[in-house]
């Protein structure tokens, strides 16, 4: 036997007739190969082409029909697209994009597949044993009920009066949505965690926190729910994942300590950073987002990371970047993986602690608040400063002799949850938006703690009610009569983006928007 | 700026009489003889500038004995205030340093670089419109290097009433950071990088 694992998914048509007269001639498949059979290789998604990577898998093969043969038409130029993605984003978590191929067979080229499969599993040999960590088998949870409970008096849940103030602000109640964060408290309250809807609706909440912010006896209900989930998620629940579950597989994969990780490798030269600086620049996911929304949305997300280190630079500060930087795991513990969670938040503290770093300055409102608030709440002591961008900007800007050259733009503003919420900041923005130079900003109706959220959060529980609520969202944009949407979280971007995907109403919500330390960079200047 | 030791420095602040121009003489002279060990003198001016009118104080520094006190030709000329900033600026060396308060003197007829902190505005947002002295302090001590900050600051705190030591600090470090920055821009202006 082997201890490579390759998967080979096959196409049940092309390939998978030349895979079998190897079969049938009794040819030798080398036995690294474990093949799946697959109906289209356009079916395989991200998500699926990914997963094997989590499980520990050393190389992956999608064999599908050349482009024109496919059964379906466009299988085969989504494999393209798919595999692409899938390899960029194997590259910067730094498994190498080679462990992942799209080749094609006819049905009468079983000599072209078994010579490819026989070179592939050299390569990957050659390559060496992928450095993932497979996850271990899960034990059941017993006990679940006594555990709902001490979540239940954890978060003083009884006080709920049930006066409905939550369910009256909730924006996906608002869109439509059959949900109330009353009547799950009182569901769970009365010991009927199993109900059909409440096993639902735990996975709708977007946490957003509108609700504890409105709830008179100030039950924590976003926190609430994101424990609730961690049990759940232990005894069996499948967590609703959006995007077919890719982005947690990816934050689970990076769990693993040996992993070479290249956050940063695509940094333009020009950016000037410093291995020896007691000051860090922890950036966050957006250069996976920017590869994997590639096709769909076009998103460049990580222009705002360019963007903060151009501004650090502006003022003579060139902080060190983690180079094998993880996700900060604020999705895994909100989307109701506690374990990995911790893992990530372990494998980060102890890199940025190994550097001898006195201050991390963040970007991401979800980071910021998973530094400051989740890290030191789950155990994890930091040894060093956390400061978000802004704060820093407004610091510096604040010394004077800094100026802004005219933006002939009318802004309008989306609070980040995390931030302006949860952290209470929602005048940090604003200081730096009144500095520059605009045609106008006007806010929108719903705002700073009272916001609404941009559709999504953790990456599950995406429905057709979060569409609406978007919708809506950049109603109250449009309603301002700007002609910029300007946001602070990548996933805003994202999210909202999504929405302008629309096929019926694209172009009636077609906003441009832009990152604050996008505009911010692009306009500062010396005195 | 480079420092500007065994140089003797001639310096010349005016402004109306109630800004606290004569304390800030006072507080940049014990600020080179206590902190820095080296000579200085002060003369101020009498008369009705105690009444709001134009008031001056002339501040010399030097590394030898000083013999004569007063100012002829200034080589640093801090204007706090248009009368006095048209009463002196002809007296300012052609090389000399001019630094004014950016709200209260428009320096007309000059053909010069100079140096200007909004430092009564800044004064007010931090809750005194008295400690202006002490933020053009901390910009002069940034922009001229005439003292070192170490001295500056124990000075201030040394001179200023019991109780307000942590809102004076403020302001001279809210002007002395303004003063870095200032000086900063400038470089990076001349190298062309003025953006992001």
Redesign the interface.
């Known amino acids: 036997m082997t201890n490579f694992n390759i998967i080979l998914f096959l196409c049940g048509w092309g390939p998978h007739a030349a895979y079998q007269t190897l079969q049938d001639n009794g040819s030798d498949i080398p036995p690294e190969i474990k093949m799946v059979r697959i109906p289209c290789t356009g079916r395989i998604s991200k998500a699926l082409l990914f997963k094997p990577f989590e499980m520990g898998a050393d190389g992956v093969v999608l064999a599908g029909c050349e482009p024109g043969s496919c059964r379906y038409g466009t299988g085969t130029n989504t494999a393209l697209n798919n595999v692409e993605d899938t390899r960029g984003i194997l590259d910067l978590l730094g498994l190498g994009e080679d462990r992942l191929r799209l080749v094609t067979f006819l049905p009468d080229e079983p000599e072209a597949l078994l010579e490819f499969l026989t070179d592939f599993v050299s390569e990957i040999k050659g390559i060496g044993k992928s450095p993932v960590v497979p996850p271990h088998k899960k034990t059941p949870l017993v006990g679940v009920d006594d555990l709902i409970k001490q979540t239940v008096v954890a978060y003083d849940v009884y006080t709920c009066l049930d006066c409905g103030k939550c369910t009256s602000a909730c924006p996906l109640t608002l869109a439509g949505k059959p949900f109330s964060p009353r009547a799950i408290a009182s569901t769970i309250i009365s010991g009927n965690i199993d109900s059909p809807s409440v096993q639902n609706d735990i996975w709708a909440c977007l946490t957003c926190g509108l609700c504890y912010e409105r709830c008179p006896s100030a039950v924590n209900f976003p926190e609430f729910i994101r424990d609730i989930r961690h049990i759940l998620k232990k005894s069996g629940s499948n967590g609703h994942a959006a995007h077919g579950g890719f982005f947690q597989s990816l934050m689970r994969t990076m769990t693993s300590p040996d992993l070479k990780i290249k956050h940063w490798e695509w940094l333009p030269e020009e950016i000037r950073t410093d291995d020896k600086s007691k000051t860090l620049f922890f950036g966050g996911c957006a250069p996976y987002f920017d590869i994997f929304f590639r096709n769909h949305l076009g998103v460049k997300t990580r222009k705002i990371l360019v963007?903060s280190l151009?501004?650090l630079?502006?003022f003579?500060i060139r902080p060190a970047v983690l180079d094998d930087e993880r996700c900060c795991g604020h999705d895994l513990l909100w989307s109701g993986d506690k374990e990995n969670f911790l893992k990530l938040a372990r494998l980060n503290v102890d890199a940025i602690h190994r550097m001898g770093v006195q201050e991390i300055i963040i970007g991401c409102p979800e980071g910021y608040r998973t530094f400051v608030h989740d890290y030191p709440e789950h155990g994890i002591e930091c040894n060093f400063k956390v400061t978000h961008i802004f704060e820093l900007l407004e610091r510096e800007i604040d010394?004077?002799?800094?100026g802004f050259?005219k933006f002939n733009r009318k802004l309008t503003f989306q609070d980040p949850c995390r931030m302006s919420r949860f952290e209470n900041c929602a005048d940090l923005p604003r200081k730096l938006i009144n500095r520059l130079n605009l045609k106008g900003f006007t806010e929108m109706q719903d705002r700073e703690t009272g916001a609404i959220c941009c559709g999504n959060c953790a990456w599950i529980g995406c429905d057709s009610f979060s569409k609406a609520m978007q919708v809506k969202r950049i109603g109250q944009v449009h309603d301002t009569e700007s002609d910029l949407l300007v946001t602070a979280c990548p996933k805003c971007q994202i999210h909202l983006q999504c929405a302008m995907e629309d096929p019926f109403l694209g172009e009636e919500l077609d906003t441009k928007m832009m990152d604050l330390t996008s505009v911010?960079?692009?306009t500062?200047?010396?005195? | 700026m480079t420092e500007q030791k065994d140089i003797k420095q001639e310096i010349v602040i005016t402004g109306f009489g109630g800004q606290g121009i004569v304390l800030a003489g006072r507080i940049l002279g014990e600020a080179v003889v206590l902190g820095d060990h080296r000579q200085s003198t002060l003369v101020q001016s009498y008369g009705p500038e105690a009444r709001g009118g134009a008031c001056s104080a002339e501040v010399m520094i030097s590394d030898e004995p000083i013999q004569y006190p007063y100012v002829r030709h200034p080589d640093i000329l801090i204007c706090m205030s248009q009368s006095g900033y048209d009463k002196f600026i002809e007296q300012l060396k052609p090389e000399g340093t001019l630094i004014i308060d950016h709200d209260l003197v428009k320096p007309r007829g000059i053909d010069r670089t100079f140096f200007s902190?909004p430092c009564t505005r800044m004064a007010e947002e931090l809750g005194r419109v008295m400690m202006a002295n002490i933020v053009m302090l901390g910009f002069f001590t940034a922009i001229t290097k005439a003292v070192s900050l170490e001295s500056a600051r124990n000075a201030v705190l040394e001179s200023v009433p019991k109780g307000t030591e942590e809102t004076n600090t403020a302001a001279f470090n809210k002007g002395h950071?303004?003063g870095?920055?200032?000086l900063?821009?400038?470089e990076?202006?001349a190298t062309g990088k003025?953006?992001?």
């Open positions: 963007d151009r501004l630079n502006f003579d010394k004077g002799a800094v050259k911010l960079a692009k500062i200047q010396w005195e | 902190i950071d303004y870095l920055a200032v900063k821009g400038r990076k202006k003025a953006g992001a």
